[in-house]
């Protein structure tokens, strides 16, 4: 019991950003939220969710003669301006069958995936925090990775 309030705010931590996760799972299938962030080098990133998935885009330097909803037109410099920092968007979601997408080119890359595949490890944080500490041998460490490859494996296979 040498680290039992540390082990206590563990799992309190992860528990309430499990219900956090639970609750903006809920929401996205009413509403498409999303975060978008221009930085100095205009790199476009968003992260945000949509029926029942998360996602996270990055555009590789967006180019200034590029047009999206961050540019406003600067009449005294004729090119567009960007802002820079986080905004907020919003609107009704559009229903997708949740899946996995991994898309990657030379100017972009695209993460979506359904909200259960970040609930699932969430919750096992929280657990892991009731299990006292103890050793674990060599074979159980071999096992647990082959059961995690196992897992991935079959991931893998569902998505192609």
């Known amino acids: 019991m040498k680290y039992r309030k540390l082990r206590i705010a563990w799992s309190m931590a992860w528990g309430f950003a499990a219900v956090l996760l639970v609750a903006l799972w809920v929401r996205s299938y009413w509403c498409e939220d999303w975060l978008d962030r221009v930085d ?5 990133t968003s992260v945000g969710s949509n029926a029942g998935e998360i996602f996270i885009n ?3 330097p967006v180019m200034a003669e590029a047009k999206f909803d961050h540019a406003t037109f600067d009449p005294f410099q004729n090119k567009p301006t960007y802002r820079h920092g986080w905004e907020f968007w919003s609107c009704a979601a559009s229903y997708d069958s949740p899946s ?14 359904p909200f259960w ?15 006292p500490p103890s ?11 082959t059961l995690i490859a196992v897992l991935l494996g079959l991931i893998v296979w569902l998505t192609t």
């Open 135 to 145: 050793k674990f041998s060599l074979r159980t460490l071999l096992i647990a990775m």
């Open 117 to 131: 595949c970040i609930i699932i490890p969430t919750i096992s944080f929280i657990i892991v925090g009731f299990f």
């Open 100 to 113: 996995f997408v991994w898309t990657s080119s030379s100017n972009s890359l695209a993460v979506q995936a």
């Open 40 to 44: 100095n080098a205009f790199v476009l």
């Open 58 to 60: 990055r555009a590789y």
